[in-house]
């Protein structure tokens, strides 16, 4: 059975930096796609930032891109995000997802098998 387990989240004031970390356990011998996706109070999931098993594919929603980078250490089967100028929009749980399909949508959380349970992220104004 797969596991996927998130850490890293709190308050931080607008202008500051977290970073999250994903770790998926289980069957750790397939190869996962792995990503990000926030969801805000009152608000649908929506993506985030993805990582392809190589690391040289990123994907990032274009509220984000510039701020936030991806990473994937395929050796511990964890990924980080390394979030940025945090604005007080950011706020929201974040949510790490994996799948080891051969190919995935990336922006959309339907396909995602395997999800995180969550880790708040304040960003106060």
């Known amino acids: 059975q797969v596991q996927v387990t998130e850490s890293g989240g709190g308050l931080v004031q607008a202008g500051g930096s977290l970073r999250l970390s994903c770790a998926v356990s289980?069957?750790?011998?397939?190869?996962?796609?792995m990503a990000w996706f926030r969801q805000a109070s009152g608000k649908e999931r929506e993506f985030v930032a993805g990582?392809?098993?190589?690391?040289?594919?990123?994907y990032y929603s274009d509220s984000v891109k510039g701020r936030f980078t991806i990473s994937r250490d395929n050796a511990e089967n964890t990924a980080s995000l390394q979030m940025n100028s945090l604005k007080p929009e950011d706020t929201a749980v974040y949510y790490c997802?994996?799948?080891?399909?051969?190919?995935?949508?990336?922006?959309?959380?339907?396909?995602?098998?395997?999800w995180g349970q969550g880790t708040q992220v304040t960003v106060s104004a």
């Open positions: 289980g069957r750790t011998s397939r190869r996962y796609h």
């Open positions: 990582v392809g098993w190589t690391a040289t594919a990123t």
């Open positions: 997802a994996a799948d080891d399909a051969n190919w995935i949508n990336y922006y959309s959380s339907v396909p995602w098998q395997h």
